[in-house]
């Protein structure tokens, strides 16, 4: 309400088989969140089992519902740049996802995922990914031009 929040999250559903209960109280609590965040135009990122375009679509339903229309990230998402009814994918910063994104586009992130375990350091994908990828697309021959547009989309969509 101050303003100061960038975001709200990780919220969202378990990743894991539990029961319809407890899938009807998450998408409760999401459809608050939802409405908290349109109110006071604050994003807000999903952790959730993996979604395919149907279930992105899904959850952009309950949040129609309240009100809220964008700003909605998918954090570790299938690189799902299309038909994901405008929640924003952010991808895993591996090889394969930051050679398969639409560089020069707007719509997506790259992310790092890592547990903060200090004994496995690495557990998902380490803190430096995402510049290391940029460098790897770079010396491949991605044109600089076309990362720096889809990277500035950061900054659009956090209003930076």
Not at 39 to 64: K, Q
Not at 94 to 113: I, M, Q, S, V
Not at 117 to 138: C, W, Y
Request: aromatic residues 8%.
């Amino acid at each position: 309400m101050e303003q100061r929040a960038d975001a709200i999250g990780e919220v969202g559903r378990p990743h894991f088989q539990v029961d319809e209960r407890i899938i009807e109280a998450s998408n409760e609590i999401m459809s608050y969140i939802f409405s908290v965040s349109k109110d006071n135009d604050i994003p807000v990122i999903l952790h959730t089992e993996s979604l395919d375009s149907h279930g992105m679509c899904g959850i952009m339903e309950l949040a129609s519902k309240v009100g809220k229309k964008d700003r909605i990230i998918k954090h570790f998402s299938q690189p799902i740049f299309s038909d994901n009814c405008g929640i924003i994918p952010s991808v895993p910063a591996n090889r394969k996802n930051a050679r398969n994104a639409p560089w020069g586009n707007e719509g997506f992130f790259l992310e790092t995922d890592f547990a903060g375990d200090i004994s496995k350091p690495n557990f998902v994908l380490p803190a430096d990914s995402v510049p290391n990828r940029i460098k790897m697309l770079l010396q491949e021959g991605v044109e600089e031009d076309k990362i720096i547009r889809s990277m500035e989309f950061y900054r659009k969509f956090y209003r930076k």
